[in-house]
Structure formats: C-alpha cells, structure tokens
C-alpha cells in the first residue's frame, strides 16, 4: 500500500489567493482526517470525515476553510482566500475502524507546507 | 479545559542509555493513549497504543506506561541509538475517539 498521499508537498502563494490541498487515504479505510502542525499550537485538528460525510468541523478556523470528501478515495482542503496566519504544514490522516475499535492509530501523510506571503 | 502536556525542550542522551519522554494530561479521561513517531518533513508514524485498563506496554525497545490517577504516560526508549533521534508525540483518545495530540518531545541521541 502507497499509503496517505498528499498533494502538492509545497504549496507557495500570494495573500488573497485560493489555496486547495489534496489527499488521498489508504484504501478501505472509513475516518479521514485534516490536521494543521505549527510550532505555536502543535498539530490541530480541522475537520474529520467517516465514510465520506463531515462529522465534526469545528476545528475549521474561519469560514474561509471548506473542506470536501466527493469519494471513499479523495478529499479536499480549500482556502479562500489565503492569508499569511495560515502558513502551516497540513496534515491529512485516514484510519481503519471496521472492527469496531476505536483506539484505531491514524495513518498520516506526509503533509503539504502552505506558505502565504 | 483540556491540556496535554510534553516537555517542549529536547531530550538529549548518550546512544545505549534509556530514553524516558512524559506526557502529562489534565481535564481528560482518554480511553487510549497512542505514542507517535515525526520525523523532519514527515507525517506521524504511529509506535504503541496503551489502554486506560493497561498499566504497561511493550513493543521491542519501547515501552509505554499509563496512570490514570497520576494523569501520566512515560515513553522508554532502552539502548537507544541515534537513528531513535526524532520528534515523539503523544495522543488522548477520549469519548470521541478521535485523537488530540501533545506538541511533542524531540529526542536526540548521540554516537
């Protein structure tokens, strides 16, 4: 398995500009992730998906956050517009908790570094 | 409201020496406690998981302790090398069964 598969790795833009984040989770896995890693807070989560639908997105900072899930193999993190607060490494994380077991680890991706200037 | 705490400063150690990192919770009854793995540029890897019935865990090198009325977990590393050095999160995970990590601890181990 490939594992979680983020796109792109760095992503460079200018203040005001949309910004989308791609990921890709681990094949059969039902809970899908987005976290956001700065040294100040650590990692955060955003929003969390099981079997396609949002479940909790109260992390989302600002209605400038959407994030979409249109499939079991994708989802999205979009910014509009970008601002320079939100210069971060976000993380997307899938987990398979078929069995039942909630205490299922998350498998990360190796993040996209947003930095807005 | 909920804090979970973990040394901010690095730990540094000989290679062969035990390593011991600490997370300290307050405000939380997690049912888990997962311990992961970043290194620079990387995602978490996830290493152990210990339950809240579970006093100790063990995997290999490590070894995960958890006490809940001292709202503490410990996280050894025994003869550690220098492939160990790493950033080493913590994670609750409580009634909504999703995780909320620590800031994590970097660990240094040198030759």
């Known amino acids: 398995d490939a594992g979680v598969i983020q796109s792109p790795r760095h992503e460079v833009t200018e203040m005001g500009q949309e910004v989308t984040l791609r990921c890709k989770p681990i094949?059969?896995?039902?809970?899908l992730f987005w976290y956001r890693q700065t040294m100040m807070r650590g990692l955060e989560l955003l929003i969390y998906?099981?079997?396609?639908?949002?479940?909790?997105d109260s992390g989302m900072p600002e209605d400038r956050f959407s994030a979409k899930m249109p499939n079991a193999s994708f989802s999205t993190l979009k910014i509009q517009p970008s601002e320079p607060r939100d210069s971060a490494v976000y993380f997307c994380?899938?987990?398979?908790?078929?069995?039942?077991?909630?205490?299922?680890?998350?498998?990360f991706g190796n993040g996209t570094r947003l930095t807005v200037t | 409201s909920q804090k979970i705490e973990q040394n901010s400063e690095a730990l540094n150690i000989q290679e062969g020496k035990t390593a011991t990192l600490t997370c300290n919770y307050t405000n939380y009854s997690p049912a888990y406690l997962q311990w992961y793995r970043q290194d620079p540029g990387r995602g978490p890897v996830f290493l152990l998981l210990i339950r809240e019935n579970e006093k100790e865990k063990r995997k290999e090198r490590l070894k995960v302790t958890f006490d809940t009325t001292l709202k503490q977990s410990l996280f050894h590393i025994t003869a550690s090398q220098p492939a160990d050095s790493a950033t080493y999160l913590c994670a609750l995970v409580g009634g909504s069964y999703i995780p909320t990590f620590g800031r994590g601890t970097s660990l240094i181990v040198h030759p």
């Open positions: 094949s059969g896995h039902d809970y």
């Open positions: 994380a899938s987990s398979a908790r078929v069995l039942g077991d909630m205490g299922s680890p998350l498998h």
């Open positions: 998906f099981n079997n396609n639908v949002p479940i909790d």
